[in-house]
Structure formats: C-alpha cells, structure tokens
C-alpha cells in the first residue's frame, strides 16, 4: 500500500457519502471515478465498505423514525396505525425493488465502466429531478403521505428503485422524483426515500460480503469513515433542499456531467 492508496480511498469515501444520498447517482460517479483515477485495491470491495459507510450513515440519520416504526408494529392504537402502514409500505416496495434489480443487474453490470452508460443515466436523473419538481410544486401538489397513499404507489416506488441498478440513474432522485409526481409531500417523499432504500443497500451489502477477505485493510477503514461523515453532511444537505422545494440545482449537475460522459466516452 502507497500514500497514493489511501488518498484514492478518502476520495472513494467522499464521493459516495456525498453521491449516495444527493440525488446525482454514487454509481455514475463510482463509474466516473474509476476512469478518471483508476481503482483502489479490489474495486468491487471498495464498493462495498463505502455502502456499509453510508448505510451506518442513514440508520444514525434517521434513527428515531426507525424506532417509531419498530416500537408502532406493537401497539395497537394510534402511531402505531400509521408506522405498521409505513412498514408495510416498505416491505412492498423492496419485493418489487429485488424482482427488478436482481433482473436487472447481471445485464447492467458489464455496463459499469461504461461513460456513455453513465452518461444516459445521468440524462435520465436530470429529467426526472425536473419532472419531479414542476409537479412537486402544483397548487395540489403534497396531499399524499403514508397515511393514504394507495398501495400501487409503493410497487410504481419499487419499480423505479430497481431500475436505478442502471450507471447515472439516481436512486434517490428515482423515488423522490416519483413521489413528488404522484403528489407526495416533499418532507415525506425524502423520508421514505431513504426509509425504503436501507433494505435494498443492506442486501446488497449482505451479498457482496464475500469481496472483504481481498480488502487492504488501511485503505477500507478509511472509506468506511469518510463515506459515513460524509453521508451524515448530505443527507442534512438534501433533507434542506427539499424544504426549499428545489431540486433543480442537482439537474443542472446531472445534465453537464451526462453530456461531458457522453463525449468523453465517445472520444
């Protein structure tokens, strides 16, 4: 291992606790990464300690809506109502998440180290944060919540986070996106967003466990941390966003960095 070894993990672990969580896509920009500064170690281990990083990260962000909902399975009457729904709700949409994605990713994969792939996924995010916004902002816009959200939501939710399987194409900019189409809150469509995402980040984490015992281990215990600080930065950074109601500065973003991967991958 080299200096040069651990400063390409702080980069991996800024890059993903930032590109995780905002609405950008942290596997366009993984692909990104690894053209531009090539790998560090084992790639796909690498991948897998900076998920672990960020999914620590969400579980402390929103650890006291997952203690609402683990306590509310339990009770009968009031919250629990509502947080046994919201449970419910997930479960759906990380059925329909694993049905797509696992569909999905063995034709995918051979895609990511592709910069024109990338580049149509992150073309495909910019339209979708501005699709999502314009409807988001209707006078009739944000009367959705869990509580009377039909449950065709959750599966149209599913479908669009195992789609994000593809390079470039935003998992949170997917689901966020959609529910703000489908006339969600903004506050809401963010919390559930995430909510739902820990069980399919977690079970890909589980599955890819076997890359560890290849890991330099200086470098991976530096991504993990980087990537969960970092994390913990974005996540208050996107929650902030959607309190303003914006999305379109990640648009703009996603639209440059889409066409410069579509010239560079053609060049």
Not at 50 to 75: A, E, N, P
């Amino acid at each position: 291992m080299t200096l040069a070894d651990f400063w390409r993990a702080g980069a991996l672990g800024v890059l993903q606790g930032l590109t995780e969580f905002l609405p950008v896509s942290s596997d366009g920009h993984l692909t990104v990464f690894q053209v531009v500064f090539g790998g560090v170690g084992n790639f796909l281990a690498m991948d897998v300690v900076v998920h672990g990083g960020t999914l620590l990260s969400m579980v402390v962000f929103f650890r006291k809506d997952i203690f609402r909902m683990f306590t509310g399975l339990f009770q009968r009457e009031g919250s629990g109502v509502l947080e046994r729904r919201r449970f419910f709700l997930i479960v759906l949409c990380t059925l329909v998440t694993a049905v797509v994605g696992f569909g999905l990713k063995s034709r995918v994969e051979e895609m990511s180290t592709s910069l024109v792939a990338a580049g149509m996924g992150f073309l495909l995010t910019a339209a979708i944060l501005l699709w999502g916004e314009s409807n988001g902002k209707r006078p009739d816009a944000g009367r959705i919540t869990v509580g009377n959200a039909p449950l065709w939501h959750a599966v149209a939710l599913g479908l669009f986070q195992g789609l994000a399987v593809w390079p470039g194409l935003s998992r949170s900019a997917c689901t966020i996106g959609l529910a703000l189409v489908l006339g969600w809150a903004w506050g809401e469509a963010g919390r559930f967003s995430f909510l739902m995402a820990m069980p399919a980040i977690a079970g890909a984490f589980v599955l890819m466990l076997r890359e560890f015992s290849t890991l330099p281990l200086g470098p991976a215990v530096v991504s993990f941390f980087v990537s969960f600080l970092v994390g913990l930065v974005a996540l208050r950074l996107l929650m902030t966003f959607l309190a303003s109601r914006r999305l379109w500065p990640f648009a703009l973003y996603t639209l440059g960095l889409g066409v410069w991967c579509l010239f560079r991958g053609h060049h």
